[in-house]
């Protein structure tokens, strides 16, 4: 009896890991295929979501960031100034700053926008979004257009960039180039 007890507790422990790692593998690819793609949710339902748990922060950025991009600031300054507020992951709240200095800016208020973007950057310094959106900023302004010109110029250079963005800055060099 002893001894059929030791065979059977050895191919547990060699069997048991095999189990585990089938198990595994299988509930890991449960869980990726449970992820939502944003993509296929709607505003409305995504407002509802977060409507029920506020501090879904990066699904309320993402809303936000939707709203931004259709320049309905309206809907997306109170998203990102609950995520500036409340949120303790720096890279987030830099850049829900950022988003509200830019939206600060496009109203016409730069001394009020430069003072969010530069919170931005003085929590998050690498910041490839607060940076931009300050040397634009800087940019347009004949005093501190060298400034602007120099941060500008240093973010071409950078390899993280989108080719979108670089094209962007490449445009407004040349506009402020003379």
Same mark, same amino acid.
């Given at each position: ?127 490839? =979004?607060? $940076?931009?959106?300050? %040397? #634009? &900023?800087?940019?347009?302004? +004949?005093?501190?257009? !060298? ?13 993280? =960039?989108? $080719?979108?963005?670089? %094209? #962007? &800055?490449?445009?407004?060099? +040349?506009?402020?180039? !003379?």
């Amino acid at each position: 009896m002893l001894k059929n007890k030791w065979f059977y507790a050895g191919i547990f422990l060699l069997l048991f890991p095999l189990f585990l790692l089938f198990n595994l593998n299988e509930n890991t690819s449960n869980i990726d295929n449970a992820s939502t793609n944003l993509e296929n949710v709607s505003n409305a339902e995504m407002e509802k979501v977060i409507e029920l748990n506020p501090d879904i922060f990066p699904m309320r950025i993402a809303l936000a960031n939707r709203y931004f991009e259709e320049f309905n600031y309206s809907n997306a300054l109170p998203h990102f100034m609950y995520v500036a507020q409340n949120v303790e992951d720096l890279e987030l709240k830099s850049l829900a700053l950022s988003q509200i200095g830019w939206m600060v800016h496009d109203s016409g208020d730069t001394p009020t926008s430069l003072n969010y973007i530069e919170e931005a950057l003085a929590i998050s310094p690498d910041s490839l =979004l607060a $940076k931009t959106y300050y %040397g #634009i &900023i800087l940019i347009q302004q +004949e005093e501190t257009r !060298n400034e602007g010109y120099e941060i500008l110029t240093l973010l071409k250079t950078n390899p993280v =960039l989108s $080719k979108e963005d670089l %094209g #962007i &800055i490449e445009e407004i060099l +040349e506009i402020y180039e !003379n």
